[in-house]
């Protein structure tokens, strides 16, 4: 998987990627990250890379011949495409902006399925508006909240595709059984020891009793899920005995409209 970051804070992007299961990844050839200083390709001698917005506002926003040369130079690169010229499709290239798509785990997944990806991160107010409009890209955002820059989100996003990779975290089972891919949030953990200051770990877990460790854990899951976020539940793949359990503590069933029958709907007198 080969990831383009267009910044102009390189030093962002490169120090993070180092540590840990990205920087290991890298060094064994799994993912490479190539970080382009968009102010190389700056057009005047001060390396200018933002402007004044035309019809006023506060905030400079992103000068779009910088942005566009440096993104052409990235695609044209050899380390692109392993140096093709393209004659399939171009890479996606991802502007990353508080305005764009949310980031979620099934947009991760999608990525994921693309050999490589061009991040542009912006900075100041935004980028300009051409940027988007001439490669076809997608804004993506990686939460309600308004960061300085888009290095931080890039990050997140190599990091969230990266594990998908066969080979970047240790076993693939831990991904599959990942909070959220598997649609519930995770059930709690505990290591050793058995008992710290009075709090005891739940004696099921101990119990060796893997049929019933199982129960447990899954039940932690949907209960955390429904405490936490509800609205995952919608989508989750629930099995009766899930529903049951749910229901159990105050989870309400929504009916399903199509099966109702006339007779049940407001207004009809039957
Ligand atoms: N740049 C600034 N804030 C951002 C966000 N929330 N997501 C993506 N890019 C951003």
Same mark, same amino acid.
């Given at each position: ?9 390189? /030093? ?8 840990s ?5 890298q ?7 190539t970080?382009t ?22 905030g400079?926003?992103?000068k ?13 690169s050899?380390?692109c495409? +392993? ?27 999608e990525l994921?399925?693309?050999? /490589? ?5 912006g ?15 997608r804004?993506? +955002? ?13 990050l997140?996003?190599i990091?969230a ?17 990942? +909070? ?6 995770q ?7 058995? /008992? ?11 119990s ?5 460790i ?16 509800p ?5 989750a ?12 503590i105050?989870?309400?069933r929504?009916?399903?409209t199509?099966?109702?029958p ?9």
């Amino acid at each position: 998987m080969r990831f383009h970051v267009l910044t102009l804070f390189p /030093e962002a992007i490169e120090g993070p990627l180092q540590a840990s299961m990205l920087g290991q990844a890298q060094r064994r050839g799994l993912i490479s990250v190539t970080v382009t200083d968009i102010r190389d390709y700056t057009h005047d001698a001060h390396g200018t890379a933002d402007d004044y917005q035309f019809g006023g506002g506060p905030g400079m926003v992103m000068k779009p011949e910088p942005v566009i040369e440096a993104v052409e130079s990235a695609i044209a690169s050899k380390s692109c495409c +392993s140096g093709t010229s393209h004659a399939n499709a171009p890479p996606p290239i991802l502007i990353m902006s508080p305005q764009g798509d949310a980031l979620d785990q099934r947009l991760v997944e999608e990525l994921a399925q693309t050999p /490589e990806i061009v991040l542009v991160c912006g900075h100041y107010a935004g980028v300009d508006e051409r940027v988007k409009e001439y490669f076809g890209a997608r804004e993506v +955002s990686i939460g309600d909240y308004v960061l300085t820059g888009g290095e931080l989100p890039a990050l997140v996003l190599i990091d969230a595709i990266s594990r998908l990779v066969p080979g970047v975290v240790g076993s693939m089972e831990n991904v599959v059984q990942d +909070s959220i891919t598997s649609g519930l949030l995770q059930h709690p953990l505990y290591t050793r020891p058995a /008992e710290y200051r009075g709090m005891a770990v739940p004696e099921v877990i101990l119990s060796g009793h893997h049929g019933e460790i199982e129960r447990w854990r899954r039940r932690e899951s949907l209960r955390r899920t429904l405490e936490k976020r509800p609205d995952l539940l919608q989508a989750a793949d629930l099995s009766p005995g899930d529903l049951d359990y749910l229901e159990s503590i105050g989870y309400m069933r929504l009916r399903c409209t199509t099966e109702q029958p006339q007779s049940d709907l407001p207004g009809h007198e039957g």
